[in-house]
């Protein structure tokens, strides 16, 4: 063990080396300085792993040096040696960074060497923590650094994707019109007892179904990029519903589905993009209409709801009684290109509607989601924010700013 003694009394560093020489259990290497220059060169040869310092008089002249020896040598350990009572010495001794004390009045080489043992002891257990430490700083370091790779990768990967649909769609709509209007051509010149009427109708069906993939796709690249401009205007949310009825009526009557809107008792006046919302509207009950079994009802209800962080909004409501959403299902249906267990490829679709649905609604600041209906079947929930400057009065005065 490395000693190295700082005292400026040289009787009193003799003093020392002759207690320290009488221990016989440790080994130890002493060094002794007196001046600051001579610490100095020490410090620069070798690490002492215990200083021992005298403090000269009351004032503790010497221990003002060795501020800087503590902040650079934090692997040495530094004990004061004082004269008893001076605890205004002591106080600022530990402020430093000084581990322990000893009183030269009851001083002997017994009690040095306990202190030296202990010192050492606590001083190697510091320097482990400190190592852990650092050990675990390390790995948060690196895990939060792959981390943010990964997440990059992932950002730049879902922006690749976005850019080569988007771009694909683009290329692929007009080749998918020209077949389009040639099948109808074609449907158009030939006897409806043509057997090749049979393959025209598939064909025509299947172009559909990829034109109307096509412009899902690139709808979502664009708002997904904010490529899209939202018109916000004030309105009657009921008017978009009635649109929507208006647009879905013969897919209503084909599968015999009532839509019941239950008159609100709450004000459906907000600010919202019209088209956007009746897209949501048209998805949501297009849909309802889609799951729910034929001769069945679907309900459309109104209510206020005022969310954790004190916003308060109305909820458009869409319940049907088809086979409703599962609970694991809930939130990954609102992801592009998922459908649900129960319906994936059994029932036609492109699985990107309520994604769209879900970039209008972000674009409105407000949310969308699904749940089982205590009695059954889906229920899906729009809320929108309340506009301060639009009308929240009764339903029977126009909207206005
Ligand atoms: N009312 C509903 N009842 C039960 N499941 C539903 C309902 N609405 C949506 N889902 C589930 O969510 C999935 C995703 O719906 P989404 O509207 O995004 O796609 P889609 O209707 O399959 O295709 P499209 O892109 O043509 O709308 C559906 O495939 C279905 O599994
Ligand atoms: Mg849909």
């Known amino acids: ?20 020489a009488k221990i016989t259990h440790l080994e130890l290497e002493i060094h002794v300085c007196s001046t600051a220059e001579s610490m100095d060169a020490c410090f620069s040869k070798f690490q ?17 040096i060795m501020d800087k020896y503590i902040l650079l040598n934090p692997k040495s350990a530094f004990i004061l040696l004082m004269d008893a009572g001076n605890e205004h010495l002591r106080h600022e001794a530990l402020e430093m960074g000084i581990v322990d004390f000893l009183t ?3 001083l002997s080489h017994v009690v040095l060497e306990q202190t030296l043992q202990e010192v050492t002891a606590r001083k ?26 990964e997440k990059e990768l992932a ?39 043509d057997p090749i009427r049979h393959f025209l109708l598939r064909i025509q069906q299947s172009s559909q ?13 664009k708002l997904e990029s904010g490529k899209v401009e ?64 034929p001769c069945s009802r679907v309900t459309l209800f109104f209510s206020e709801e005022i969310l954790p962080d004190k916003k308060v909004g109305v909820v458009l409501n869409l319940h049907d009684s088809g086979p409703g959403i599962s609970e694991e299902e809930a939130d990954a249906i609102f992801n592009k290109f998922v459908q649900g267990k129960k319906n994936r490829s059994k029932i036609g679709g492109t699985g990107l509607g309520l994604a769209i649905c879900r970039e209008i609604i972000a674009a409105h600041k407000g949310r969308i989601w699904a749940t089982t209906h205590p009695n059954g079947g889906a229920l899906f ?9 639009v009308s929240s009065g009764n339903n029977d005065h126009p909207c206005k700013q």
């Not at 809320?383 to 400057?389: A, C, E, Q, T």
Request: charged share 20%.
């Open 230 to 293: 939202f018109n916000f205007q004030p309105g009657d949310l009921l008017d978009v519903v009635r649109a929507a009825e208006d647009g879905l009526s013969s897919l209503l009557s084909n599968r015999n589905i009532c839509l019941d809107v239950v008159p609100p008792n709450v004000s459906t006046c907000l600010a919202f993009d019209h088209e956007k919302m009746l897209q949501v509207v048209i998805n949501l009950l297009g849909n309802a209409i889609k799951f729910a079994p």
């Open 124 to 149: 190697s257990q510091e320097l482990e923590l400190l190592r852990h430490h650092k050990d675990l700083g390390k790995l948060v370091f690196e895990r939060m650094a792959a981390l943010w790779a």
């Open 48 to 64: 002492p792993c215990i200083v021992l310092v005298g403090a000269t008089n009351d004032h503790g002249e010497s221990i003002q």
């Open 1 to 20: 063990m490395v000693i190295l003694i700082y005292e400026r009394s040289p009787a009193d560093a003799v003093w020392l080396e002759g207690l320290l």
């Open 381 to 389: 929930s729009v809320w929108l924010p309340r506009h301060p400057n």
């Open 209 to 221: 179904h990829l034109t109307t993939l096509l412009d899902h796709i690139l709808d979502l690249a």
């Open 155 to 193: 950002r730049n990967a879902h922006i690749a994707t976005s850019a080569f649909l988007s771009e694909i769609s683009h290329e692929l709509r007009t080749p998918m019109h020209a077949i389009l209007s040639f099948t109808e051509l074609g449907l158009a010149q030939i006897s409806p007892q």
């Open 104 to 106: 030269k009045e009851t």
